[in-house]
T-cell receptor
Framework: DSGVTQTPKHLITATGQRVTLRCSPR?????VYWYQQSLDQGLQFLIH???????AKGNILERFSAQQFPDLHSELNLSSLELGDSALYFC??????????????FGNGTRLTVT | AQTVTQSQPEMSVQEAETVTLSCTYD???????LFWYKQPPSRQMILVIR??????QNATENRFSVNFQKAAKSFSLKISDSQLGDTAMYFC????????????????FGKGTKLSVIP
């Protein structure tokens, strides 16, 4: 168990809808990262938050947004969903900013299916 | 931008045998980190082994070891005495050094190699 909790485990929704994915980092970890894993694109970095502030954006669509709250949990909001948004969404955390001695610890992911 | 290539989509190995998974990467950075992650059917991403680019000595973790060739930009993973529990997707990943500016702290992953250990 990595200590990173993601809810829900599975989510099925229709095109055009909006969903929120939740992540609770390991106790004491200040950094939260979101990654998307899809069959065609593989694993892609979406966004990084550190102690409540956005620090870096990757291949995140404008329809997607995220927040990190004062208690350090994070939410990833996906809106106007399309079939192509179906993927496994991972949250990962690290004590500060991830590096060699502070590698990422991943949650079990949320499987999103858009129908 | 960095790219990571895993040229073997699928591999299989007999239990107790040794297998090597390939990974090449492209970067203009001189210092960086490399990782191998394992994703079993439970889908959790588990860190297997890591290497700092400026360290010439190859990393080892029990049955797992790497062959890091910086000049060739190659980072292969060797699994010795393969076990059924090693069956998983294996991802090679690159991270820029902490003080390399934009893009630091982010992992760039390869497409993965699906490894099956056969009893």
């Amino acid at each position: 168990d990595s200590g990173v909790t993601q809810t829900p485990k599975h989510l099925i929704t229709a095109t055009g809808q909006r969903v929120t994915l939740r992540c609770s980092p390991r106790s004491g970890d200040l950094s939260v990262y979101w990654y998307q894993q899809s069959l065609d694109q593989g694993l892609q970095f979406l966004i990084h938050y550190y102690n409540g502030e956005e620090r870096a954006k990757g291949n995140i669509l404008e329809r997607f947004s995220a927040q990190q709250f004062p208690d350090l949990h994070s939410e990833l909001n996906l809106s106007s969903l399309e079939l192509g948004d179906s993927a496994l969404y991972f949250c990962a955390s690290s004590p500060r900013r991830a590096h060699y001695n502070s590698p990422l610890h991943f949650g079990n992911g949320t499987r999103l299916t858009v129908t | 931008a960095q790219t990571v290539t895993q040229s073997q989509p699928e591999m299989s190995v007999q239990e107790a045998e040794t297998v090597t998974l390939s990974c090449t990467y492209d970067t203009s950075e001189s210092n960086y980190y490399l990782f191998w992650y394992k994703q079993p059917p439970s889908r959790q991403m588990i860190l297997v082994i890591r290497q700092e680019a400026y360290k010439q000595q190859n990393a080892t973790e029990n049955r797992f070891s790497v062959n890091f060739q910086k000049a060739a930009k190659s980072f292969s993973l060797k699994i010795s005495d393969s076990q059924l529990g090693d069956t998983a997707m294996y991802f090679c990943a690159f991270m820029k050094h902490a003080y390399s500016g934009a893009g630091s702290y982010q992992l760039t992953f390869g497409k993965g190699t699906k490894l099956s250990v056969i009893p």
